[in-house]
């Protein structure tokens, strides 16, 4: 019987061995639950683990990390939640010093930092450690590193394909690093330097996509005029993505083009005068971002209205939002994911408008003025694929004449069945509305609260729901830390929670230690 069993148990070890490298990293709940059946399972799953992202706000140290996951290909390490100035008291230098370590991450392939300090010594660690296998490198909201850190990747890691350097404040001391990144690289597909304190030639850009002609894909720069890049586009002839830049006067504009496969674009300061220059491209576009356009309100549905296989949308919430959201779902019935940022005017015609329009919408943040329980359960009835959805209200929202938006909630979690990503930021929802979001939000992920709820009440009924719930942000609601603790142990899902009371405190922390994904 004993020998029996124990071949059964070597029969199981061994289909699992070979179904588990199926099992996509994504499906983070199956992997975790694997791991968990025995030691030998544990193993097992650490073995087949490609992708794996840290907390470091939650994880402090790199004590286990190679050792569990020896055979990782991606490395993403995260920093604050948001966006914060105690990033800095994030040490991200014994993570560096574990991955550039040699007898670990043999097959790492890929890096990301989020929301941490960076600095010099560890880039040029990195880099001579792991420059040679590196293929994608991506450094975002960061801050502590100058050009001398980027000169060491320049020069070390020559076979990257991917780097992104966005929203970092970059100390800038000389220019050379793009430069030997432009003279030694010939395979990058793709470059993101838009939105950093660091300036670069046009001559550089020139020679790297010179270079890397055949390759390049997409480009995202700052502080450079349209006209300054046509050579950049002749050569760039792959192109497909392409962000950043501006123009002076049309008339230099004679004979300017954009590369033939241009399929994603953001550019800064468009005017109705370059529409000639824009409007060849507008049926093939997948995407575009208008957040910098700066167009008036006439000239922005005018060129929205050209695009209609958009299927991303960035834009501005400025003057006349209903307008403009109406032309959107009038027009743009592909569009996927659409996002708008910035105060104005939209309310719920707006939102009506988006949601009978736009059936294929997958993602959508928008800010508004005021809106309507029926405004949300039109979303419901019609935004069947929806799965990240995020509303915040400007300052007319505070009325003291408008209705909780509980009803609203309820029928859009219901109707939304695919949600997993939910943040609201509304003083209109009460302790109602947090007990319908536990009840219906059953495959929430994430969800972000802000201003919202009465007392505690609410986040308990709200903590009896909710169970595939992994990460919980808090901003400025009237819930007490004996509330917080309950939700914690109740919401067995739940894996970070992160808390700010408006007062300038913080409050964040791992509820049950885990690699996330």
Known sequence: MKKQCKDQSSIIHTVFDCVLSYIDDDDIDTRNSFSLVSRKWCELEGLTRKNVTVHMFYSPTPSRLH??????????????PLRSPEIASIDITPWIQDISASNSFKC??????????????????????????????????????????????????KYLRILCLKDNSITRNDAKWLRTLASCFTCMESLDIGNTCSEWDVEDLILLAKNCSKSLESLKIHGCDLIDLVDVFSYAVNLQDFAGGGYKKIDEYAGFKFPPKLRRMGIYRIRKSMFPVLLPLADQLRELNLRRARLDRDDECYLIQRCPNLEVLYTDNTGHGNEKLEVIGQFCKKLCKLKITGFGSVSSKGLVAIAQGCLNLEYLHIRVRVVSNEAMECIGSHLKNLRNFRMTFGYAAHDQTALPLDDGIRAMLVGCSKLKWLGIYNRELTDVGLDYIGKYGRNLRYLSLGYIGESDAGLVQLSKGCPNLRKLEIQICPFSKQTLSTLMFNVTSLRYIWVHNGRGNTYAAMIRPTFDL
């Not at 420059?131 to 000169?151: A, M, N, P, R, Y």
């Open 67 to 80: 050792q569990r996951f020896p055979l990782l290909e991606s490395l993403t390490l995260k920093g604050y």
């Open 108 to 157: 790492l392939k890929e890096v990301c930092i989020c929301g941490t300090s960076v600095h010099d010594s560890d880039l040029e660690l990195l880099s001579r450690t792991r420059g040679k296998d590196l293929k994608v490198l991506k450094i975002c909201k960061c801050q502590g590193f100058s050009t001398d850190g980027l000169l060491h990747v320049a020069t070390y890691c």
